[in-house]
């Protein structure tokens, strides 16, 4: 009786140690299983899984709300984990492999160009500077944070894309979508093509890095409002040309770049928030403080997100009236940048979490964004969404994922902006007859 | 006039039916895979808080009239898109007057005007003072990669400047019905034209001339289906002249078949973007010049003298801290048509002068809320006239006298101001301006929009100053009011 006394000690010291142990040193229960980032973007490891993150309690399939957000708060961004808190649903889903995610001709790119960038000023260069980036990631294992930023901007998996139709939602705390408005977007990409001729730069386009359009596309009273913006390709030289058409009046004006920090026709989005991070580098200081797995969006919806106009998909669920559709998440490791705007700004910080080589998706180099106010207090969260995993041209060995939208918290207020997009990335388009002035003209009447 | 009015009650009839049909509309009616349309239905009301128009009394108004504006809209624009190359746009507007009908004090009036009987394809249905059908645009574009032409009744707009036109200057205005006192400033008084534009936008060089970006060509034909100017009626709460003295015996000269052209060039080097214009038009006021006689029998043409015109415009964007974008415009003309103040009353003579009118405007935008949501946009311009040998002319046939006088530059200062909030349900806006000859406007505004289809906006509109001479702020004291708008766009 003693002695099972005596064992029965002994087993509960030996829990209790291995408890505590664990409290200092995370990860060392799972550590035999689970491998590192860095050995599965090098390709030595598979990625883990939700359920080999948290030792099965998780499983692909299963659901994540605010009862259970506990065990997946390690994967989630600060603004992810107060949406589930308040009411958001995460169905656990299904990662692709990574040639799965963007086109082979990109991946071929990266590959061929690994450890030729060097970065000066705001922009990675080809072995020197002046040779403008050929295309793929820049640099495929970031040391730092502006690193990590260029391979987001420079180093995007589409040449071009036309989105239409965009549906914007404002979507207030109740849950209630009270207001819709459309839009489109056109963005031809000038250097770093690796999908649609001509590859590398545009030859005359040697100094722009991408030119769009983008024009609201209803209610009437906005029809054609829009704008026409060139970036160059490093906005610390040359800072951006913008035009604005106001149909209201049927007046072209030029536009200055505070437009970045203004919101999207009144939306939570700015226009410096669209695609994860759209400010111009040079206002900004970058830190890269990690990388870690993190739950983004599914790249492959089991069920379709658009209907065969390219408006949402009615079978898509919510949870909170409007407010929180409820997706697919899966694992992909991310590179965690923190940027403090040098300018005077709207925000405090942003803290961008961005897709790592190999798991870079087609329609978007960033999965969210965390955004504080000045007093650095959370914001808004910002969260990109694809689930559509398509062929460009129909063509099975060019798989690519698009964007499907983005959704925009105001954690403040309760406001939200859902923003649906039918992606059509790598289409057809020239810098000249797609992208000019005319052609914001034309749309605008 | 006013029995028949009411008893016809047409606007109520129309309207209604119209409107039901829809009022279910999401924001935009899909008819088929190539046909839409989208549209508005709008009231607006504005109640006069000048003084009587001095205009109308010597034309017998007695009381001041309570109401300046009570109108009701109904436009849809239609598009055609069959593909990417061609494209059909025409906009439809039905609208009713009751403004005279529900004010006793106003004398009969037509609010529907033409600019002339004989020409000016206007499109329109009806023939009525308080009813009007018509196709205001009616066009098709072909799309042809680099060139676009547009072909067919159209509004060509050059100009950027606010509050004053500069380089817009192709199509006339209709005053006819709230002279220049939408908050859309041109857009609803705009008048299309007939007319064949063209554009050609050229490649980007790779050689010589890769430092030139965006660069296009613009230009456009006006057959010969011209008009003028619309005035507002004689009795129109809004009218701007006094009555022609009977001792006139007006023609209107014919020029039917004279052809308007205008072309320009654009482009940008670095981040200065700026076009050159030249412009063949003709006067969109008409101007009498003396043929025969004398009182009590005076034969004089109205005619609508040509004028060349040559623009440029310019646009900067100074940077991060700045942030202000700079915007210039200016226009010249050899031959600006004045009135000789040499000539008699009874003999008017038209004087050619050398006129140039220019602008300058810094807009930025700004964050002057404690949370910033959005930016206020602030604009501010001054505009000039420059007129010589401004001593020799007068801007009426009457004797010469202060009231006709033209100075030889005249200056106004705007301030534009538009803060939306609340996620753009809410705008608030201002807009003030300010010739430094001694008269000024304002028009404060409020505008809310619910959902996707309700918006209701409100402005108040002070004209005041001095300085009263014809076409100034001052002048047009009689046109102060509030004014308001319920719309349901689809």
Redesign the interface.
Known sequence: MKATKIIKRWNLAVVLFAFIFSLFLPGALRGATIPSVEDVVAGKERIPTIEDLTGGKVKVGDLVDKNNVELVKEYLTAAMYETVKRGMVMRMGTQLPPDQLNPPSFGAATVRNRGKAVLIGNAPYYEKEGNLWPGGIPFPVAKNGLEAMCNYHYGRAWDSYHTDPIDLW?VNAKGEN???I?QEHIYVKCSGRTVEPPFGTI????NVYLKRISVA?????I?GLGQFT?RYYDPGK??D???AYLP????????????W???I????ITYGDGDGFQDPFN?WNFKLTGRKFMLVNEPKSPTPIFDVKGHLSKTVQFDQGKKYPRLGWVIAPVDVVEGIPK??H?YGKKVVYVMMWPYVFTGSGIHATDIY?RQMKLWKGYFQMFGRHEYLNGDPKTPQTPLSGALTYDLQTG?STLMWMHHMPNVKLD???DV???ILL?KG? | MKAKFWLTKKWLLVLPILFLGVVEAK??IKLGDTLSV???MRHELAVHTGKMNPNNTVIGQKDNNTINLSRSFFQT?WAYNPNETFNV?SKVKVISDQTQGLDSKLNDYDAFPLATARYGGYLRATNDREFDVEMSELYA?L?L??L?FRLGKQ?I?W??M?SARIL?VINPLDWSWHFQLEP????NI?MAQWALRG?Y?V????GAF?WL??L?VEGFVNPGDISPTVYPAPGSPFNLKPPVPGIFKVTEAEHRSDQEFGFRL?G?I??I?ATLNYLHLYSDAGFFEWQSGGPPAIQVTDKYPRTELYGASL???????I???V?YEGIYSPEEPYYDRAAPVTAPRISYNRTLRHAIRF?????VLP?????MMIQIQYSQTLVSNSESIKSTPSPFSSANSIDSTQNVIALILSQ?L????INLSLTALYDLDGASMLRPGFKY?S???W?YDIYGVILAGEEGRPGRYGSLNFADEIFGRI?Y??
Request: charged letters at 30%; hydrophobic letters at 20%.
């Open positions: 404002y009270y207001k819709t459309g030859p005359g386009y040697e596309t209803y209610p009437r009273e029809v060139v040359d800072y040309t913008g035009f209201a009046f049927k007046r072209t004006i030029r536009i200055s770049a505070t437009t920090q203004d919101n026709v009144g939306s939570d206002g300018i005077k709207i106010d406001h810098p000249d007859k000019n002035l005319g034309k009447r | 924001a935009e989208t549209g508005y624009e746009f574009d799309n990669g680099n676009w509004q707009v100009g950027e606010v817009d859309e400033e041109f857009e705009r554009r936008n490649e980007q060089s790779t890769e970006r965006d296009y654009g940008r670095g981040q973007a646009n900067y964007n100074f940077p991060n801290p942030d202000v974008t915007t807009d930025r935008k700004t964050f949370t910033p949501q959005s930016a939306d609340w996620h753009n349900n929009r959902g996707d289809h918006i719309t766009q689809f």
